[in-house]
């Protein structure tokens, strides 16, 4: 194989020699071209967003140039943060998301330590399980979990379904798995004479934890919270089924069943809407992007 | 397996010269010290996971009213159904022209991003990976907005070239376009990310060994890049391939399965049948569909993960 690549190139190579710098300006020159139109692809919705967000209902209707803005308002804005339906679904999505951080930072940490230090019977087992767990997508489990949350409220008589906290115990399903998965990897990545240093100071399994492993592994707690807070955020299809009532919804779902469902399509609102839901994730992503896209590289690459 | 037996004898050796206690003792601690710190994982797991998921094979076995067995009889009714065949079908295309153009496109701009100086990779990486930081359902409303049937801003700029108003969401050719189309521009972001981190890790002497062989540009992607990152391609995809498989939430919002129901994906007509229309059991017969083709994908995953195990 690598002789026959040779006797190919080997005349051409002379001649591509002394060309090499100007192929390579050419090279970078066609690179931001295409970046600049994927660039162009990608930004196009949350800039478009942006766009109408700023418009009133009327220029929107007036079928003007859709992609400027002539008589920039921002009274979308106005109306939607004095809505009181509006406030409502932020601070559920917000409580909601924050207490699934927590939630998953006190079962998967622990988990995690468990598994990638102290070796167990059935620990490979279990941590492959994990990894399998997370696979399992919520399509396939949200009837049975509406059911079986229907079950449990006619034997205990504690009303679930349709109430906003049942999702507290729905969504870390979705994310410990995959926090327990990239933690393991980021503990099994800290050099064993750390914790060999804290047993022999008499450290308790407890302080190796506290002391060592979760300082030293702090990027991925951070990658970790990361993910956990926007998946809660994102999720769309379990608050959809379980929660009906108004006062019981999270952003995502509240903004795509009540104001679409009015008369008129309000897309300025609509639009201001779903920007505000997008904010805090890409906040959190302007800020923490080194940390973002490490959690989301080590699921794959911390095998 | 190893560093089982050394770090066992390390740890009573440290614990049990300390505190003079009996060895048993300190191995039973260690043990019964992780068992609790996997219990509430496990809990868990085998609750919310695991019994659902056995739950809805049992549930698949019900009448509408819940109230008998059936057998596997609402497996027979789906296989009667035209509309089940099409959501099969739908769900196939779907799966594998998002996941073929999100691998492309994210192949593709990862080597731009890549050819760029160091400094600028950072600015450009930040806003190509947008798409995947916006909730899906907060950015389909967007494309929703876009493809609007009367206002559609992507007909208006195309009416300038002279091409006829498109129905994005009313017609079945486009509709499943367009499905595909913000499937793709969602999930391509993390393909680019994942395949940038892959060709950081390629060493620049295998570039270099290729270029004094007088491989060029595609044989050096084809000889050098190709097999250096098989690897992360291949759980790349067959990830992508389960969540694009599941999807729910673009679907949903951009046709809730229309024109004709010729858009549905298996998610989401499982949620028309069991949850809207109510018959539980034969929504969670419809979302049993995908096991198949979610457990094939695992098992490759799996294989491609314990691999890349070993090899480190």
């Known amino acids: ?303 | 397996m190893a560093d089982v037996v050394v770090d066992r004898t390390r740890v009573t050796r440290a614990t049990g010269a300390r505190k003079g206690t009996s060895l048993r003792n300190a191995l039973g601690r260690k043990s019964t010290v992780a068992f609790f710190l996997t219990l509430p994982l496990i809990l868990l797991i085998a609750m919310l996971v695991l019994y659902p998921a056995f739950y809805s094979l049992y549930l698949a076995t019900l009448n509408k009213a819940m109230t008998k067995f059936v057998g596997l009889s609402n497996f027979t009714f789906l296989f009667k159904r035209e509309t089940f065949w099409m959501v099969v079908q739908q769900s196939c295309i779907f799966a594998i022209t998002a996941v073929i153009f999100k691998a492309l496109i994210g192949f593709i701009v990862a080597h731009f991003v890549h050819n760029i100086p160091g400094k600028k990779q950072r600015k450009w990486r930040g806003m190509l990976l947008v798409p995947w930081v916006i909730p899906p359902a907060m950015s389909t409303l967007a494309w929703l907005w876009l493809f609007d049937p009367s206002y559609s801003a992507f007909n208006y700029t195309l009416s300038f070239f002279g091409v006829g108003p498109i129905p994005w969401l009313g017609d079945t050719f486009w509709a499943r376009f367009s499905v595909i189309l913000v499937n793709v521009w969602y999930g391509a972001p993390f393909f680019l990310i994942m395949y940038l981190a892959a060709l950081k890790s390629v060493p620049d002497q295998l570039y270099e060994a290729a270029a004094i062989d007088g491989a060029n540009w595609w044989q050096r992607i084809w000889y050098v890049t190709l097999p250096m990152m098989r690897n992360i391609i291949a759980i790349t995809t067959l990830f992508s391939l389960i969540v694009t498989f599941a999807n729910f939430d673009i679907v949903r919002i951009l046709t809730s399965g229309g024109p004709l129901d010729t858009t549905h994906l298996f998610a989401t007509w499982a949620f028309q049948v069991g949850i809207q229309s109510s018959d539980i059991p034969l929504g969670a017969c419809v979302s049993l569909f995908m096991v198949p083709i979610l457990a094939v994908a695992a098992i490759f995953i799996l294989r491609d993960v314990s691999k890349r195990g070993n090899e480190a």
């Open chain 1, 1 to 303: 194989m690598s002789t026959l690549t040779i006797d190919k190139a080997g005349p051409s190579r002379k001649v591509k020699y002394g060309s090499m710098s100007r192929d390579r300006a050419w090279a970078l020159r066609w690179s931001y071209f295409f970046l600049v139109l994927f660039a162009i692809f990608f930004l196009t919705p949350p800039i478009y967003m942006l766009i109408t967000s700023l418009k009133s209902s009327a220029e929107i209707s007036a079928a003007t140039n859709p992609w400027w803005v002539f008589h920039p308002t921002l009274s979308n804005y106005a109306e939607l943060l004095t809505s009181n339906q509006f406030l409502r679904f932020f601070w559920n999505s917000s409580i909601v998301s924050i207490v699934v951080v927590f939630i998953t930072m006190l079962i998967s940490i622990p988990a995690a330590f468990a598994l990638a230090r102290m070796k167990f019977w059935g620990s490979a087992t279990l941590a492959t399980g994990v990894f399998l767990t997370y696979l399992i997508p919520d399509s396939l489990l949200f009837i049975p979990l509406f059911k079986m949350l229907g079950v449990v409220q006619d034997y205990t008589g504690i009303t679930l379904l349709n109430r906003w906290y049942v999702l507290l115990f729905i969504y870390p399903t979705l994310t410990v798995p995959f926090c327990t998965w990239i933690m393991i990897g980021y503990f099994a990545s800290i050099p064993k004479e750390l914790d060999e240093a804290a047993l022999i100071d008499g450290a308790s399994w407890l302080q190796t934890l506290t002391r060592i492993f979760i300082p030293v592994a702090l990027p991925g707690l951070i990658a970790a919270t990361i993910f956990a807070f926007t998946v809660s955020w994102a999720q769309f299809l379990y608050p959809l089924v379980f929660t009906t009532s108004i006062d019981q919804l999270v952003l995502p779902v509240g903004i795509t069943t009540t104001l679409i469902k009015g008369d008129v399509f309000n897309w300025g609102q609509i639009m201001t809407g779903a920007l505000l839901g997008a904010a805090p994730p890409l906040i959190i992503y302007a800020f923490l992007m080194d940390y973002y896209i490490a959690g989301l590289t080590a699921g794959a690459t911390k095998g």
